[in-house]
T-cell receptor, first 119, second 113 residues
Framework: DAMVIQNPRYQVTQFGKPVTLSCSQT?????MYWYQQKSSQAPKLLFH???????NEADTPDNFQSRRPNTSFCFLDIRSPGLGDAAMYLC??????????????????FGPGTRLTVL | AQSVTQLDSHVSVSEGTPVLLRCNYS??????LFWYVQHPNKGLQLLLK??????LVKGINGFEAEFKKSETSFHLTKPSAHMSDAAEYFC???????????FGKGTMLLVSP
């Protein structure tokens, strides 16, 4: 089945120790997103890739970086995690409607998330 | 600019009774509207979507929503709640192609036996 996969599902890191979260997709979608979701809040968009073009949200801290080496994979790097970065991190994909063949444009498909704990 | 207001942070129902989760939106363009469901420690699953076709949209698990442009509403309903429906529900709007989604703050649905 086509899907969005996130690894690991649970990640524990130490304060200030760099950590990388992984997302892969078999949907062949050209857009990939990273969201941060804190407890009892809505997901907050950190950034997204349109193909290889990186689009950062204005209020995303510099501590958060991303890489997309190919269509299938996208990584979230947190350079120096703080206690406030503990959250669920969600990866999502979508297909831009100008290339889409059906009515699925701008629908986003989410992975199961990675729960990050910072000690 | 687009925005979403979910009118209730929590809704409690008994199993077998109807569910109504309310959502109002604001958008400068013809919007696409979605309802996503999130079970504890899980990702978001799409329940249904409106993309300017039929105004009454049927989704998975017996849920449906009606797009009412005059009321700028997109309320989610289900005739009979099941225990497995207990989860958080997000109403979401998008008005520019592939671009970013705007989430409501979520409504926690509690289902009692």
């Amino acid at each position: 089945d086509a899907m969005v996969i996130q690894n690991p599902r649970y990640q524990v890191t130490q304060f200030g120790k760099p950590v990388t979260l992984s997302c892969s997709q078999t949907l062949n979608h050209n857009v990939m997103y990273w969201y941060q979701q804190k407890s009892s809040q809505a997901p907050k968009l950190l950034f997204h890739y349109y193909d290889k073009d990186f689009n950062n949200e204005a209020d995303t801290p510099d501590n958060f970086q991303s890489r997309r080496p190919n269509t299938s994979f996208c990584f979230l790097d947190i350079r120096s995690p703080g206690l406030g970065d503990a959250a669920m991190y969600l990866c999502a994909t979508s297909r831009d409607r100008d290339r889409g063949l059906g009515s699925s444009y701008n629908e986003q498909f989410f992975g199961p998330g990675t729960r990050l704990t910072v000690l | 600019a687009q925005s979403v207001t979910q009118l209730d942070s929590h809704v409690s129902v008994s199993e077998g009774t109807p569910v109504l989760l309310r959502c109002n939106y604001s958008s400068s363009y013809s919007p696409s509207l979605f309802w996503y469901v999130q079970h504890p420690n899980k990702g978001l699953q799409l329940l249904l979507k409106y993309t300017s076709a039929a105004t009454l949209v049927k989704g998975i698990n017996g849920f449906e929503a009606e797009f009412k442009k005059s009321e700028t509403s997109f309320h989610l309903t289900k005739p009979s709640a099941h225990m497995s429906d207990a989860a958080e529900y997000f109403c979401v709007v998008s008005d520019r192609g592939y671009s970013t989604l705007t989430f409501g703050k979520g409504t926690m649905l509690l289902v009692s036996p």
